[in-house]
């Protein structure tokens, strides 16, 4: 059974910092990237970072580059997304997902999303 749960997400000032985790099933944390997207109404899903299986071959959108972190703790099953130098326009539905293609920005697996509101 495929299983993805966030958890971190919230309110923040601009300028600020958030922790996002998501913890997965063995299956989906198997694949071969894990990653995160992030959407807002009206828009389509956009992908934001995905890491490897080894954690040795990371991508992220150019809009979080320099300001997000991706990393994974294979022992936990569990991802993170360290999020810093929130801006407003990062204000959005994050999703944790599985088996994320990095050049073609999509994924098999879905997390139910959690929200990140950065208030300017």
């Known amino acids: 059974q495929v299983q993805l749960e966030e958890s971190g997400g919230g309110l923040v000032q601009a300028g600020g910092s958030l922790r996002l985790s998501c913890t997965s099933s063995?299956?989906?944390?198997?694949?071969?990237?894990i990653g995160w997207f992030r959407q807002v109404p009206g828009k389509e899903r956009e992908f934001v970072a995905s890491?490897?299986?080894?954690?040795?071959?990371?991508y992220y959108a150019d809009s979080v580059k320099g300001r997000f972190t991706i990393s994974r703790d294979n022992a936990e099953n569990t991802i993170y997304l360290q999020m810093n130098s929130l801006k407003a326009e990062d204000t959005a539905v994050y999703y944790c997902a599985g088996d994320v293609n990095p050049k073609l920005s999509t994924a098999r697996y879905w997390g139910q999303g959690t929200q990140v509101t950065v208030s300017s």
């Open positions: 890491i490897s299986r080894g954690g040795g071959s990371i």
């Open positions: 063995v299956r989906t944390f198997s694949t071969v990237y």
